[in-house]
C-alpha cells in the first residue's frame, strides 16, 4: 500500500495546519483512503473507483484527466504548493 502525508493551510483558516494522508493500492483511479487532522482531531473516508468515475463525469472532464488532476491536488506535494486550496467545512 502506498501512502503520502502531506500539510496544508486551509484557505477557510489560512492560520490553521491540518495534515492529509492518502493511501491507495495499486493507483489514486482505483480509489482510496484519505485522513484528514488537526492534530487533534482526525477525520477519515474512503473515495471508491465508482465515485472517481461519478465525479469526473460530473466536471464533464475526462477520467484519466481528472485523476491526474488529483495525484496532483492530493500527493504531489511541494511542486504543486500553490497551486490548489483546500476549504474546511
Known amino acids: 500500500m502506498e501512502k503520502t502525508l502531506s500539510r ?6 489560512p492560520e490553521a495546519t491540518y495534515f492529509l494522508q492518502v493511501s491507495w493500492e495499486k493507483d489514486l483511479g482505483s480509489g482510496f483512503g484519505i485522513i484528514l ?10 473515495v471508491s473507483e465508482a465515485d472517481i468515475s ?5 466536471m464533464e472532464m ?4 481528472y485523476v491526474e488532476e488529483l495525484k ?18
Open 8 to 13: 496544508i493551510h486551509p484557505v477557510s483558516d
Open 54 to 58: 461519478r465525479e469526473a463525469a460530473d
Open 37 to 46: 487532522s488537526d492534530g487533534q482531531c482526525a477525520w477519515t473516508g474512503t
Open 72 to 89: 496532483k491536488a492530493l500527493i504531489a506535494g511541494e511542486e504543486s504548493s500553490g497551486k490548489y486550496n483546500f476549504a474546511i467545512s
Open 62 to 65: 475526462n477520467r484519466e484527466k
